[in-house]
């Protein structure tokens, strides 16, 4: 997040309020392997995200750029792996975000 609040768009050089972005997935949600995988999601405006079906090649790009080159191949191989990720993992996933996302003291 910028100092003014802002957020970038992964696709675009668009910059919103967090508010008015939306959780864009390189691979698509109904692949349960990359669904909840942290590399796999990035901030996008609705433009990008609704009406330009995600700019998939685009938003790996920047997952290369950002998570080192590959990335988007990784994503890709494990989108198609037909791993399942169970409930305790969903769990583990869940405590791990709430405690990133405590306020501090």
């Known amino acids: 997040m910028k100092p003014n609040g802002l957020i970038d768009c992964a696709t675009c050089d668009t910059s919103q309020p967090h ?7 390189f691979m698509s949600r109904r692949y349960m392997p990359t669904r909840y995988h942290t590399s796999n999601v990035l901030p996008q405006c609705r433009a990008c995200n609704m009406f330009a079906q995600g ?12 998570f080192g ?5 990784r994503m890709y191989e494990l989108s198609r792996s037909g791993k ?3 409930e305790t993992e969903l769990n583990q996933m869940l405590d791990e975000y709430r405690k990133k996302n405590r306020a501090p003291g």
């Not at 508010?19 to 997935?25: E, F, I, V, Y």
């Not at 700019?55 to 950002?66: A, H, I, N, P, S």
């Not at 080159?69 to 191949?73: E, F, L, S, V």
């Open 69 to 73: 080159r590959g990335t988007a191949k």
């Open 84 to 86: 399942t990720v169970t």
């Open 19 to 25: 508010k008015l972005m939306q959780a864009g997935h």
């Open 55 to 66: 700019r998939q090649w685009l938003f790996g790009r920047k997952l290369d750029e950002m």
